[in-house]
């Protein structure tokens, strides 16, 4: 029904030395044009035109054309965007425009997903000498896009080879030379590629640029090494990419780097990325191998727990949490004794008297810590679990709601967090049951106002019925009270409350 004001409007557009007024004229009816419809009403030799008009230095025409190209070409096939537009491609990937470079790139990497346009793609050097000229470009977007198009140009064999097996290579090199930021997307593009399978991963080592990569994580500039150790803990996301580290001595050259760094007084800029190594390693693999083999790591981060440091602490209290998120974590770091005691209670104090963003990442990693779901529980585990929380202070479920009933959303809800944590847990239940008025303010309405705080107190409430011995230690009535919150949802208002605040008004 579009077509025919989008074919006339294509024809004034040809007619008028000013065309901007029939660009946006073009533009409304393009985007109110359902994408089904845009395939007729655009025949290919038209798009030339808009194309053509991207030859300026009249930024508001460029946006224009650059909005009408992004919904137009949506239409089209991949390969008819490979075969019909390499030229008009070719230009936009040199357009001094950044917007004209990322749409560019887009439409790439829609036509390197595409098995007929990989051919098309992979036939033509010159574009993919430009398209990793992209990565060089200084604005961030250009080159995520860039480093996307490759990345799916490289999930085919003949797009391995094209990339690693010719000219492109030096290429890429070439690019790397430019400064320190260039290098490092080089190797996020090759990180990116190598995860994919061993068989990538293979490509990408013969290449070089991964041991190159894994040199600089012994560098002297700090900055450099702790970028490079981030690369190397994406690589250490898959399987292959592990088992690769593991062949190269990456693991033991990260756990002597931690060892050094209590030597060094730059460390504290690159040793949380050696501790996020070691923890994403051990989520991934096994808490206990990892921390067997590697004692330096546990033994840093109850360092840095323990000794209030605002670039480390944050990190140990995320570690720790996803360690002890997982029954083996628990396990390990029960081993350790008093040292986790230690650190336990430090975490305690400053989430009842520190900082206020500081005891969110306390109270939210004591939440993982307890953490124990019904499908895991033993006897063993919830005696681990009753010891941790009575670690916490002399009175820990005051101390808790003490917390919860400050006037900050952020702690009152992570304190609950903690409630909720331990709400399947048969002692906590009893705990909660034994301290006077605890089961009345779960099930109290106006403790807690905002969205976060209601879905908060749903999430507490739901978790204490999630345990078979709910019923008997809360008793018949609350038992039947809170499923009766649980059945009203998190927003319930109580009428009659609600007409008492009216009248009082």
Request: charged residues 20%; aromatic residues 6%; glycine residues 6%.
């Amino acid at each position: 029904m579009m077509a025919a004001p989008i074919e006339s409007l294509l024809n004034e557009i040809c007619e008028s030395e000013d065309p901007i007024e029939e660009l946006k004229s073009l533009r409304t009816a393009v985007l109110a044009t359902p994408v089904s419809g845009l395939r007729q009403a655009v025949s290919g030799a038209r798009l030339e035109i808009i194309f053509g008009l991207l030859n300026t230095n009249d930024k508001e025409q460029i946006e224009v054309c650059v909005e009408i190209l992004s919904r137009v070409l949506q239409a089209l096939e991949p390969n008819q965007l490979a075969q019909n537009y390499k030229t008009a491609l070719q230009s936009g990937l040199n357009h001094p425009n950044d917007s004209v470079k990322v749409l560019t790139l887009t439409q790439m990497g829609r036509v390197a997903g595409h098995a007929e346009g990989v051919s098309q793609m992979l036939n033509s050097g010159e574009i993919l000498c430009d398209v990793i000229e992209c990565i060089s470009v200084e604005r961030i977007a250009v080159a995520k896009e860039a480093i996307a198009a490759l990345s799916k140009l490289s999930n085919t064999k003949a797009g391995l080879d094209v990339l690693f097996q010719s000219d492109l290579l030096n290429k890429l090199k070439d690019v790397m030379l430019t400064s320190d930021i260039i290098r490092y997307r080089v190797y996020e593009l090759i990180v990116e590629v190598s995860t994919v399978s061993p068989v990538s991963l293979g490509y990408c080592a013969n290449s070089g640029l991964i041991s190159q990569m894994l040199e600089e994580l012994t560098g002297d500039d700090v900055l450099v090494r702790a970028t490079a150790i981030e690369m190397v803990t994406n690589l250490a996301q898959s399987q292959h990419g592990r088992q690769y580290l593991a062949q190269q001595g990456i693991m033991d050259k990260i756990s002597n780097m931690i060892i050094a760094a209590e030597s060094d007084p730059f460390s504290s800029l690159y040793l949380p990325g050696l501790v996020k190594f070691f923890g994403s390693l051990a989520i991934m693999d096994s808490p206990q191998q990892v921390c067997e083999k590697y004692p330096v790591f546990l033994e840093v981060v109850f360092s840095m727990a323990m000794n209030l440091e605002p670039t480390l602490t944050p990190v140990a209290l995320d570690t720790l949490g996803v360690l002890g998120n997982t029954v083996e974590g628990k396990q390990v770091l029960q081993k350790t004794g008093e040292k986790f005691t230690s650190v336990l209670k430090r975490i305690s104090k400053v989430a009842a008297d520190g900082a206020t963003e500081l005891r969110v990442r306390c109270l939210e990693a004591l939440a993982q810590l307890l953490m124990l779901p019904v499908e895991q529980q033993t006897d063993d585990l919830l005696l681990l679990t009753e010891s941790w929380f009575n670690c916490l202070s002399s009175q820990p479920m005051l101390m808790i709601r003490n917390i919860s009933t400050q006037p900050f959303p952020e702690l009152h809800c992570s304190a609950l967090r903690i409630f909720t944590a331990v709400g399947c847990q048969p002692w906590a239940q009893q705990l909660m049951m034994d301290t006077p008025g605890f089961v009345e303010w779960v099930m109290d309405r106006s403790v807690g106002t905002g969205k976060e705080a209601k879905d908060c107190k749903f999430e507490l409430v739901g978790a204490l019925l999630s345990s078979s011995s709910a019923q008997e230690i809360f008793g018949a009535h609350n038992y039947l009270k809170l499923k009766t919150y649980l059945n009203e949802g998190p927003y319930y208002i109580n009428a009659v409350s609600s007409v008492i605040t009216e009248g009082a008004d």
